[in-house]
T-cell receptor, first 114, second 117 residues
Framework: KAGVTQTPRYLIKTRGQQVTLSCSPI?????VSWYQQTPGQGLQFLFE???????NKGNFPGRFSGRQFSNSRSEMNVSTLELGDSALYLC?????????????FGPGTRLLVL | AQTVTQSQPEMSVQEAETVTLSCTYD???????LFWYKQPPSRQMILVIR??????QNATENRFSVNFQKAAKSFSLKISDSQLGDAAMYFC??????????????FGKGTKLSVKP
């Protein structure tokens, strides 16, 4: 079974631009979560989607948004990029909402904002 | 607020030896899950081992085992017979159930493990 895939793997943007990242979960998985990883702040939770609905949200500004499609694929969008948004963005999928289920991570999208 | 602390930013172990990575967490919840994830350089994060808080028995996965001390809120990872492929960042993580949501993972800052041949 294929793992979690994320596209693109690398991105370079300039301040003020917007960016959209994509995540395809493991087949059959319906829950998708997003995390931001930076050297300074570590791994921080962005949001979680299940059945096209946002179920949980981390403490990030409104410039960060996401959505999930009927096939469970998810996208996250960052508008008006800032230098501090440079990070590795990780997507994780799991079967559903039961908390005993493990989250499986994708390889991440590395975003550099210049 | 829930927090996870990994007090060892870096550790080193000789190949074939045993190493223990420390993790403590702070929570007022009684039902939660604990995880150790491994992130090799430039590679994706993978689950090493997980522990349900309601289980008293410590989890084991081959060469990896945990020492879960619920009262002390401690969750250390022991790697036996260390191999070169064990070199990676290791993250301790915690998750509770928010009801209607799986609950997000709260991660520690990580411990960078080096394995010497």
């Amino acid at each position: 079974k294929a793992g979690v895939t994320q596209t693109p793997r690398y991105l370079i943007k300039t301040r003020g631009q917007q960016v959209t990242l994509s995540c395809s979960p493991i087949s059959g998985h319906r829950s998708v979560s997003w995390y931001q990883q930076t050297p300074g702040q570590g791994l921080q939770f962005l949001f979680e989607y299940f059945s096209e609905t946002q179920r949980n949200k981390g403490n990030f500004p409104g410039r960060f948004s996401g959505r999930q499609f009927s096939n469970s694929r998810s996208e996250m969008n960052v508008s008006t990029l800032e230098l501090g948004d440079s990070a590795l963005y990780l997507c994780a999928s799991s079967l559903g909402l039961r908390n005993r289920e493990t989250q499986y991570f994708g390889p991440g999208t590395r975003l550099l904002v210049l | 607020a829930q927090t996870v602390t990994q007090s060892q930013p870096e550790m080193s172990v000789q190949e074939a030896e045993t190493v223990t990575l420390s993790c403590t967490y702070d929570t007022s919840e009684s039902d939660y899950y604990l995880f150790w994830y491994k992130q090799p350089p430039s590679r994706q994060m993978i689950l090493v081992i997980r522990q349900e808080a309601y289980k008293q028995q410590n989890a084991t996965e081959n060469r990896f085992s945990v020492n879960f001390q619920k009262a002390a809120k401690s969750f250390s990872l022991k790697i036996s017979d260390s191999q070169l492929g064990d070199a990676a960042m290791y993250f301790c993580a915690y998750r509770i159930d928010f009801g209607g949501s799986q609950g997000n993972l709260i991660f520690g800052k990580g411990t960078k493990l080096s394995v010497k041949p």
